[in-house]
T-cell receptor, first 118, second 110 residues
Framework: ETGVTQTPRHLVMGMTNKKSLKCEQH?????MYWYKQSAKKPLELMFV???????ENNSVPSRFSPECPNSSHLFLHLHTLQPEDSALYLC?????????????????FGEGSRLTVL | QQQVKQSPQSLIVQKGGISIINCAYE??????FPWYQQFPGKGPALLIA?????SEKKEGRFTISFNKSAKQFSLHIMDSQPGDSATYFC?????????FGRGTQLTVWP
């Protein structure tokens, strides 16, 4: 186990549904991330939170809405998604927001939530 | 624009053989080069990483070779085992951002 837990592991939703993905980290880390993993494409960074403050949003459509109520929990709220949003959504954490110490460090990933949009 | 180019897309190796995956980058500011391993149904996990002040790092059967002048780095898996069958991602990092390659699906036949 990596210490990063994601739920649900699988989710099927229609284009008009509203659902949420949840991530919890048990590592005492200060930074959390959402990544999108699509087949044959590089991992895409979506959002970065550092000490509950969103510090990065990589031009992600507004139909994805992140929430970080505390340093251990991260949510991704989904609404009116498109079929092309079907992918594996990975949560990750790191000790500090990568780069704050001047050095890039290790990311710890969860097992992902496999999302299918019909 | 793809920051890190990874090849091959898939690789089949016989048990006991050497698996080699290559990555290339353009941004000379990158200062961190990790390799992540991902098994089906799991998230990526850090396998081994190198910083540009060394040309090689070895951990067990896994070795990173780094060529700063050519802006290339590679992962070598010696004595490949069926349990090494997974998807491998290279990445390059700077200022806290990691840029991932597209991944290489490795299959090791017994």
């Amino acid at each position: 186990e990596t210490g990063v837990t994601q739920t649900p592991r699988h989710l099927v939703m229609g284009m008009t549904n509203k659902k949420s993905l949840k991530c919890e980290q048990h590592l005492g880390h200060n930074a959390m991330y959402w990544y999108k993993q699509s087949a044959k494409k590089p991992l895409e960074l979506m959002f970065v939170y550092s000490l509950e403050e969103r510090v990065e949003n990589n031009s992600v459509p507004s139909r994805f809405s992140p929430e970080c109520p505390n340093s251990s929990h991260l949510f991704l709220h989904l609404h009116t998604l498109q079929p092309e949003d079907s992918a594996l959504y990975l949560c990750a954490s790191s000790q500090d927001r990568m780069g704050t110490s001047g050095r890039t460090g290790e990311l710890f990933f969860g097992e992902g939530s496999r999302l299918t949009v019909l | 624009q793809q920051q890190v180019k990874q090849s091959p897309q898939s690789l089949i190796v016989q048990k006991g053989g050497i698996s080699i995956i290559n990555c290339a980058y353009e941004n000379t500011a990158f200062d961190y080069f990790p390799w992540y391993q991902q098994f089906p149904g799991k998230g990526p996990a850090l396998l081994i990483a190198i910083r540009p002040d060394v040309s090689e790092k070895k951990e067990g059967r896994f070795t990173i070779s780094f060529n700063k002048s050519a802006k290339q780095f590679s992962l070598h898996i010696m004595d490949s085992q069926p349990g090494d069958s997974a998807t491998y991602f290279c990445a390059a990092g700077v200022l806290g951002r990691l840029y991932f390659g597209r991944g290489t699906q490795l299959t090791v036949w017994p």
